[in-house]
């Protein structure tokens, strides 16, 4: 009986080995095919898809901003994933992003809020030797101290910019609010009290406005609520917004490209900041916040819940459909004369491509407006680099300043332009 268990073993092991191996090629293959799926890796560059109608201004912004028709490169390992570039820049911004010195300043609003922004002065002459003022939006609950915007401002500086960085209303953890009112989706008031401070302060200055996601809705939205805006603006600038909150939140309860996992951890970090101004929020006698608020706010899984429950209420929207069509800026971004410039990518995990829809129907249809859309970036990524590691500076910011240094040589010399 042993010799015969003996003899089977002989058998037998000697295919052990090779059946182990074959697995362990086959796990490896499965897992360098997920890789490469994941991280889009046999997907190609290209330049920006472009559209535009044909003027003579449009014709001099892309021959004097070439990096809008050159092909954008991603670092090679993961650039490609629109997640690692959106999950790089939530986490850490921006590689190496330098320190700022500026001002910060405090503005009284009429329904007894304070609204802050910094101010920062250029650092050389602008090459045209004019007074020019980038005022700028940050994303959704993002101020002038979040690494993207510093390496954003430190680029624009040293092109001769003075830069207004807009301090969402409650998004610092270090400035109580003054009022029961946070910063909304499309709220202007704050961005409108910044832009009317530097056009009273500096009487020379011109304006180039800038926005990055959430703040490119309410700039977009500032500029076309009233002509009188629009006074002293050179031209406007919109990152990675969405447009219209409205068709946006159907998107943000599907699980494609994981947009339903962004949902709810945006929505976390709302129910922080609010949180964080529970006393403001709750406790003032003239707040529009009922307890029975706060205790859904607790359980809220969405943006859309924190959305009716909380922040609707802020400007007495008597629904969420009400709050999210007045709030957007899709209504009011047909009214900018001034050139305008909108930027979105294609992997961008936040916004849907049904959304994109909107600024290409408007630059077919406006002579002032250039649509751009990259293959990669993600949300707010657009990182650049060989392999491996992105550059401190990314594509994004290199073709902001490119496109506003080309506006306004084109203000001051537009005779020579033309």
């Given amino acids: 009986m042993s010799a015969q268990v003996e003899a089977d073993v002989r058998t037998i092991s000697p295919e052990m080995p090779a059946m182990f191996d074959g697995m362990k090629l086959a796990a490896v293959a499965t897992v360098l095919y997920v890789i490469v799926r994941s991280l889009n890796l046999k997907c190609p560059t290209a330049a920006p898809d472009i559209t535009c109608q044909d003027t ?3 014709r001099y912004l892309l ?11 991603p670092p090679l390992l993961w650039g490609k994933s629109g997640h690692l570039q959106t999950a790089l820049y939530g986490k850490m911004g921006r590689v190496k992003s330098p320190k700022l010195c500026g001002l910060r300043m405090y503005l009284p609003m009429p329904d007894g809020a304070t609204a802050t922004f910094d101010l920062f002065e250029p650092q050389g002459v602008h090459s045209t030797g004019d007074d020019i003022t980038m005022v700028i939006c940050p994303g959704i609950g993002n101020h002038s101290e979040k690494h993207y915007i510093r390496t954003f401002v430190d680029y624009s500086q040293k092109q001769g910019y003075r830069c207004a960085v807009l301090n969402h209303l409650g998004a610092l953890p270090n400035i109580e609010l003054t009022s029961p009112r946070m910063f909304t989706y499309g709220c202007t008031w704050e961005f409108s009290a910044m832009v009317g401070y530097i ?11 800038v926005g990055f996601s959430l703040g490119g809705n309410i700039a977009c939205k500032y500029l076309g609520e009233n002509p009188g805006n629009q006074e002293r603006v ?11 909150a409205l068709r946006a939140q159907e998107t943000f309860l599907q699980w494609d490209q994981c947009r339903r996992l962004y949902n709810f951890l945006m929505a ?11 006393g403001s929020l709750f406790g ?8 029975a608020d706060l205790s859904r706010l607790y359980t809220a899984t969405s943006i859309m819940q924190i959305d009716d429950n909380i922040m609707r209420k802020f400007h007495g929207h008597n629904s969420l459909k009400e709050y999210y069509e007045k709030e957007s800026c899709v209504h009011y971004i047909h009214n900018i004369s001034v050139p305008l410039l909108l930027m979105n990518s294609s992997d961008d995990p936040l916004v849907h491509q049904s959304l994109l829809t909107i600024p290409r129907t408007l630059a077919e249809k406006k002579q002032n407006v250039i649509f751009t859309l990259t293959l990669h970036g993600g949300h707010l990524g657009f990182f650049e680099g060989a392999v491996l590691f992105p550059q401190p500076l990314s594509w994004m910011d290199k073709v902001v300043v490119s496109y506003a240094n080309a506006i306004c040589q084109w203000e001051k010399h537009k005779p020579q332009c033309q």
């Fill in 63 to 73: 021959k004097s901003c070439p990096i809008l028709t050159k092909e954008y490169i």
């Fill in 56 to 58: 003579p201004l449009n």
């Fill in 268 to 278: 976390d970090n709302m129910k922080k900041i609010i949180l964080s101004h529970r």
């Fill in 199 to 209: 056009k009273r302060t500096f009487p020379q200055t011109q304006l180039i406005v």
């Fill in 234 to 244: 050179l031209c406007c600038v919109s990152v990675c917004q969405g447009y219209s």
């Fill in 284 to 291: 003032m006698s003239s707040s529009n916040i009922e307890p």
